[in-house]
């Protein structure tokens, strides 16, 4: 896929403050988009309303503002889109491409059939893909993985192949609680709003395939895919809320070291500005590494932020 005009999007989850991971996200899609002329979507992920911490939204969308990421058109909340999830839902049962699945999470994980770890917890078996046993009641929906190799090609990281089969088995796409899972909701969304590139951390790398699947299933086109590398903490581990130097809770962000910080996620992210430039505000750093984009700049691995202040 070729697209002549590109629209790309960032959707944090609002479980809290924007953390520094999402701020690199956010400003590697940003680049993106910006660079080829494209749109910049916001989409706020708040389906997952047990995780949703309220008022986090608000205080996302200002440090984004802070760090001069300017968004195009509307906001858009997953939370006021449910209809058009079971539309997406309904398809898929339809189809018999889905199905109504009575298994607890506790039967999952001790069914004897199913050895392989996932990557995220056992795989399903598919003991409900052809039928629920009697007096069985649906708990979830699940999607039907063929036993097939989905192959896409990354924009950072070259051509990636998965086997669904192999690494999740039939997935989620409504959850027992009746909550739409997030890879229904983004494959439906990225599709309505014709977003077309998909840049964001490589913790996601392992849903692209289902989006992708769910792309097939539902009739739309498959977007462009590329995965930043993510912020570790200093040893190299997975940043914790207390490594995160950012919290970015908006306290504390004056203009001057929000441009300092940019300063150290575009460096992160293999465009760091010129001496010149050192201090600026952040639409200053952002506008240099637009004009200067270049993906193949972008190191791959993941490893920790270096503050530039220091
Ligand atoms: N809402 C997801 C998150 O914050 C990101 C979704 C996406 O970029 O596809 O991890």
Redesign the pocket.
């Known amino acids: 896929m070729n697209p002549d005009y590109i629209v790309g999007r960032?959707?944090?989850?609002p479980t809290g403050p924007l953390h520094l991971g999402?701020l690199v996200?956010a400003t590697g899609s940003y680049l993106f988009a910006k660079a080829a002329g494209g749109l910049w979507l916001m989409r706020m992920?708040d389906l997952d309303t047990p995780r949703v911490v309220p008022g986090s939204a608000d205080d996302i969308l200002r440090t984004l503002e802070l760090f001069g990421l300017k968004w195009d058109g509307e906001v858009i909340y997953q939370s006021s889109r449910g209809d058009l999830y079971e539309d997406a839902l309904k398809i898929l049962l339809d189809s018999g491409a889905a199905y109504p699945c009575g298994c607890t999470r506790k039967e999952i994980r001790s069914l004897a059939s199913a050895p392989h770890k996932g990557e995220e917890g056992p795989i399903y078996p598919g003991t409900c893909r052809n039928g629920l046993a009697p007096g069985q009641k649906p708990r979830a929906y699940r999607v039907k993985v063929p036993d097939e190799t989905i192959i896409f090609d990354d924009l950072l990281r070259g051509e990636l192949r998965w086997n669904l089969a192999h690494t999740s088995g039939d997935f989620v796409v409504k959850r027992a609680d009746g909550i739409f899972a997030?890879q229904l909701a983004?494959t439906v969304d990225d599709a309505i709003f014709g977003v077309n590139q998909?840049i964001?951390?490589n913790?996601?790398v392992a849903?692209t395939p289902r989006q992708i699947l769910l792309q097939r299933l539902l009739g739309h086109p498959t977007p462009l895919y590329g995965h930043l590398p993510l912020v570790t903490a200093p040893d190299g581990g997975k940043l914790s809320k207390r490594d995160n130097l950012v919290g970015l809770a908006l306290a504390g962000f004056d203009i001057q070291n929000a441009g300092k910080l940019m300063e150290g996620v575009l460096a992160f992210l293999g465009h760091k500005p010129p001496a010149e430039l050192s201090g600026a505000p952040p639409e200053k750093q952002i506008e240099y590494a637009v004009s200067n984009f270049d993906p193949a700049q972008i190191p791959l691995q993941d490893r920790p932020f270096i503050d530039v202040t220091l």
Do not use: K
């Open positions: 960032f959707a944090p989850s999402s996200a992920e997030y983004v998909v964001r951390g913790d996601l849903s």
